[in-house]
């Protein structure tokens, strides 16, 4: 099992060594007025959004994932892979896939 503690650090060290995709870290600011303004995500933003399947208010395929032992935090080892491979951490660009502009469902391989 893993620890969120270790989860956030995990993120957190993949960011600073530049193992991320730039595009997986980019999340909306508070600032939406005059035109919404985005930011990069810091490593405990980014683990909500994933453990929570936020997808931006559109439909998420990606569910929440739930913790082994609630009252210390702690996910099981799939799990933690599973947030690893997420849109919003895409470890090592192993889950990314860049979409043409304007296409909706096409993707370039």
């Known amino acids: ?4 503690k270790m989860i956030i650090q995990m993120i957190d060290h993949l960011q600073k060594t530049c193992q991320l ?4 870290q980019i ?3 508070n600032v939406s007025y005059p035109v919404q303004e985005y930011k990069i995500g810091t490593a405990k933003e980014l683990y909500f959004k994933a453990r ?8 998420s395929k990606e569910g929440t994932v739930p913790y082994k032992d609630e009252e210390h ?3 099981e080892e799939d799990e933690f892979y599973a947030l ?16 043409k502009r304007g296409a ?3 993707t370039i391989s």
């Not at 099992?1 to 969120?4: A, I």
């Not at 995709?21 to 997986?24: I, M, N, Q, T």
């Open 104 to 106: 909706s469902d096409e």
């Open 1 to 4: 099992v893993v620890s969120e």
């Open 52 to 59: 929570n399947g936020d997808d931006g208010g559109k439909k």
């Open 73 to 75: 935090k702690m996910v």
């Open 27 to 29: 999340i909306e600011s």
């Open 84 to 99: 690893l491979r997420t849109r919003w951490i895409c470890a090592w660009g192993e889950c990314y896939v860049k979409k």
């Open 21 to 24: 995709v730039p595009d997986s």
